[in-house]
């Protein structure tokens, strides 16, 4: 939000000092993002009056001007605008004057005519686009006035971050509301008397959904003139807070929005069918909102509505057909209240943002709809002339707001603070806010105000007297906190370890969304339910994942356009997994690896990464917990992974991971350098851990034999293992796969297989006879369970 210090001083005494201001704002939560004059630089402008005006000899579309400028002579000044005309004042660049961008401005001689300086527009100042032709000033101004000094452009505009929790502070009351606490002065403002009415002129208004809309004022005021310039004092407020000037029937409303804080619309009476109701939407209504957008209503949309259809969207904006036009003089002004439930979300979900949907998510003063109706209306027969009728206020007593006292206590203020701040500083401060104090046992109940939607317990009321008493006051100690050492349990892997085995075999971890691209979740998990977002950030980050893997395929894609030709990365992170109506969230780790197995160097030859130069990693995280035995890669398939490169991990016969080669045509359309390499395991299952046991070591040497066993090409390692582990029993030490061997000598279909059998006893030296029984036991099983035949 933009506000202007000259506005705001308007309502609270303030001091001269920019910098000290900004700082006590942002220290009190509103952060102050910048700050900017009311105008840019220029120089040598001033309030020019016209005295007279004659047709140039040779230009049909040029006026010679005579003009005062204060001191001297008039000065003759040629001008192109249709508006200029005897009496009129407005801005006058003298000879040697610069305007903004740098412009200089010296003695020209047009057709023939010399001209000593400039009348100017308020887009040749860098006033916003205003009314075409020149700026026209007031004449009360004095003429040879600085320009900059009359309208007061070397103001300061804030532009102020408020947090959402803090609606009531989004005006310019609002605002000098803390100003006055913060700067111990008190509030004043412009007197906003009640405007008599000068008929009995009502319109019907009812609440047919009280819990959404429980206020509604309204005033019903004819005769404006819709041609009334709006003055000069108020189109530069309504500019220096961002808002453009569309005529005073709208600039009024606007400005009392800014000021207030109560956002307020108007209606063409004309347009108007019958009384108004706040209602739901029904279905297959729609409505064209005034910036021409046709939308179709929600049943939980709330409307106003007339008799015949909605007329607008209740908090957001109104409808284009009762909306104020050109040559309207009769209308119904509107300022109700709005619960924040029933706006919020419903602007963000049709694409309207506005000024008035801000405010009335974050919360509008239930008590401020009458005065904003005296503002408006005092205002705008001001400037517009007009008979209004009497304020109305239709409202549900009881579904309004209902507040009740919070309690706060002494000793939670030091606790959360850290320090004693006195008591009497402390109901002043909560007094000085707004709230009425009374005193409870040893500390306070307040009652916060009607504005203060975000007063709810006493953590909050903490917080109110910590930043008014001032975050810099409250010295820097360190707070006690007991020591509690977490339990680590040793029959888990943390998460953190497995990533640590990782980063060694050359992975860098990554960090991405949890909600990803629709798209491209559904080319790598076609069929498999996803949770869609309510609210997305954006279109390409609207479904949670059901995997880790969208995200890495992306980060690798981004990496492969930014030239990395080899990518390691691996994600410890949450997947979402619909499981009918219930969404379970998995914790995972996953990982993607792409381009040459080794880094660049001479010592091997260049080879692209494959399926089980990753196997082992994902081996090596599987033997962190101690019994990667338990583990098993079984031939499966994956939507996205290359159908012949890809195996499911399992756990004692629980699946717990998948691991394989993305899919080509996936990899081509992503237009990926080659078909990278992904894992991914749940730890659920995954980081279950052994607990270290102390084991005896033999004193007794091991003995190695090698067997070349001939098994069918279908037959896996697990199955070879499995065999032989039964059959040679608490002897064998380990098993190692030294040679796969297809060819000469070998029946098509077989492959042999050589196998390291390393032997061992802790009760004594294993003899030729002891270690020929246990292959011959092995032979035989394997006989048994593969159909094993075996080479010398």
Not at 177 to 193: I, K, N, Q
Not at 576 to 586: C, P, T
Request: aromatic share 4%.
């Amino acid at each position: 939000m933009k506000v202007s210090l000259e506005w705001l001083r308007e309502w609270v005494r303030l001091g001269s000092d920019v910098d000290a201001l900004a700082q006590r704002l942002t220290m009190a939560g509103f952060e102050v993002e910048g700050r900017a004059l009311a105008a840019e630089p220029f120089s040598g402008v001033v309030i020019g009056e016209v005295l007279a005006t004659r047709r140039h000899p040779e230009a049909d579309k040029l006026t010679v001007c005579e003009v005062a400028a204060g001191v001297g002579a008039p000065r003759t000044i040629v001008c192109g605008a249709k508006n200029v005309r005897a009496g009129l004042k407005a801005p006058l660049a003298t000879v040697g004057a610069v305007l903004p961008g740098g412009k200089a401005i010296g003695r020209a001689t047009l057709r023939g005519v010399a001209s000593e300086g400039m009348l100017c527009s308020a887009r040749e100042l860098g006033l916003g686009e205003g009314p075409e032709g020149l700026l026209e000033l007031p004449a009360e101004l004095a003429t040879g006035t600085e320009l900059r000094a009359a309208l007061g452009l070397d103001d300061t505009v804030l532009e102020i971050n408020f947090t959402p929790n803090r609606g009531d502070a989004l005006s310019v009351l609002g605002l000098a509301r803390e100003l006055a606490v913060l700067e111990g002065v008190p509030l004043t403002g412009p007197a906003l008397a009640a405007v008599p009415a000068a008929g009995e002129e009502r319109l019907a208004v009812s609440l047919e959904a009280p819990a959404a809309c429980a206020r509604f004022g309204g005033r019903v005021i004819r005769g404006v003139d819709p041609r009334a310039p709006t003055p000069l004092w108020m189109r530069e407020r309504l500019r220096r807070a961002g808002l453009r000037s569309l005529g005073p029937l709208v600039d009024v409303t606007n400005y009392v929005m800014l000021e207030l804080g109560q956002p307020m619309h108007a209606y063409d009476l004309r347009q108007l069918q019958g009384g108004l109701a706040a209602r739901w939407a029904r279905t297959g209504e729609t409505l064209e909102l005034l910036d021409g957008s046709t939308i179709a209503l929600d049943a939980d949309m709330l409307v106003i509505a007339d008799a015949a259809a909605p007329v607008g969207l209740a908090g957001i904006m109104g409808g284009r057909k009762s909306g104020i036009a050109e040559d309207t003089t009769d209308i119904f002004l509107e300022a109700a209240w709005f619960a924040p439930d029933a706006v919020a979300g419903r602007g963000r979900r049709l694409g309207v943002l506005t000024d008035a949907s801000q405010r009335f998510e974050r919360g509008v003063d239930p008590a401020g709809q009458a005065r904003a109706l005296e503002r408006a209306t005092a205002l705008l027969v001001a400037i517009a002339g007009g008979r209004p009728g009497p304020t109305t206020v239709t409202e549900s007593a009881a579904h309004l707001p209902a507040r009740a006292a919070i309690g706060l206590r002494p000793a939670t203020l030091k606790r959360l603070i850290g320090i004693d701040v006195p008591p009497e500083r402390v109901g002043a401060i909560l007094a000085s806010l707004g709230l009425t104090v009374t005193p409870k046992g040893e500390g306070w109940a307040a009652m916060p105000p009607s504005w203060r939607f975000d007063l709810a317990q006493e953590a909050d009321l903490v917080e109110e007297v910590a930043r008014v008493y001032g975050y810099n006051e409250i010295p820097e100690i360190d707070a006690p906190m007991p020591q509690r050492p977490s339990a680590v349990p040793e029959g888990r892997l943390a998460p953190e370890r497995l990533a640590l085995r990782l980063i060694e075999r050359g992975y860098l971890e990554a960090i991405t969304y949890t909600f990803v691209d629709p798209e491209l979740q559904r080319r790598l998990f076609p069929g498999v339910a996803a949770l869609p977002l309510a609210n997305p950030i954006s279109a390409e980050l609207a479904e949670m994942r059901v995997s880790l893997f969208p995200g890495l395929v992306k980060a690798l894609g981004d990496n492969e356009r930014r030239q990395q030709g080899r990518v390691r990365l691996f994600e410890h992170g949450a997947k979402f997994v619909m499981q009918g109506n219930d969404l379970k969230e998995i914790d995972c780790i996953a990982g993607i690896a792409s381009g040459s197995a080794l880094p660049e160097q001479w010592g091997a030859a260049a080879t692209a990464v494959d399926f089980y130069d990753v196997k082992a990693d994902v081996e090596a995280l599987l033997a962190a917990t101690g019994e990667p035995a338990a583990f098993a890669f079984e031939a499966a398939t994956l939507d996205c992974l290359h159908p012949g490169r890809s195996a499911r991990i399992t756990r004692a016969g629980e699946a717990c991971g998948f691991l394989g080669e993305l899919h080509p045509e996936i990899a081509r359309a992503l237009e990926l350098d080659g078909a990278p390499i992904l894992f991914e395991l749940e730890l659920n299952i995954t980081a279950a851990a052994r607990i270290p046991r102390a084991q005896e070591l033999s004193r007794f040497p091991s003995v190695r034999r090698d067997l070349a066993v001939v098994v069918d090409e279908t037959s896996t390692f697990n199955q070879l293992r499995e065999s032989v582990t039964v059959a040679a029993s608490s002897l064998l030490r380990e098993l190692k796969v030294f040679d796969v061997y297809r060819g000469a000598g070998v029946e098509t279909g077989r492959k042999s297989v050589a196998l390291g059998l390393i032997l061992q006893d802790n009760s004594g030296t294993l003899t030729d006879a002891d270690v020929d029984a246990v292959l011959n036991a092995v032979r035989d099983r394997l006989k048994q369970d593969l159909n094993a035949g075996f080479r010398d």
